[in-house]
């Protein structure tokens, strides 16, 4: 009867270590899942406008002085308008998408253009 008791008591100890184990890992993976490094957006002021910076795991990605799919080298005229873009761009990028941006979504953000 104690070595029945004893083996019960054995079992019990195994599942609960097994148990405890497979919760540490879940709590690890579903950690590790919500730590998932992001693209960023930082805006900058230049000479005659605005730009703005995409990082990647707080290292440079992308360093954009000019409005992207407008011809010629045209600045973004305000803050507002580089951190639109910016912020689509990043948002592509942790989508998993090309980062390109087109005359149509420059449009559609409302962007500023210079009136030359």
Sequence with gaps: MLNIMTKIKKNK???????????????????????????????????????????????????QEFIPAISGKQRFIDKSSAQKVGHKVAEKLNNHQHPAISISEIKAMNIKLNDK
């Design 13 to 63: 100890i195994i599942i609960t270590i097994a148990l405890s184990g497979l919760l540490l890992f879940i709590a690890l993976f579903i950690l590790d899942r919500n730590q998932k490094e992001e693209y960023t957006m930082v805006p900058f002021q230049i000479e005659n406008g605005w730009g703005y910076e995409i990082y990647y795991n707080n290292q440079l990605f992308i360093r």
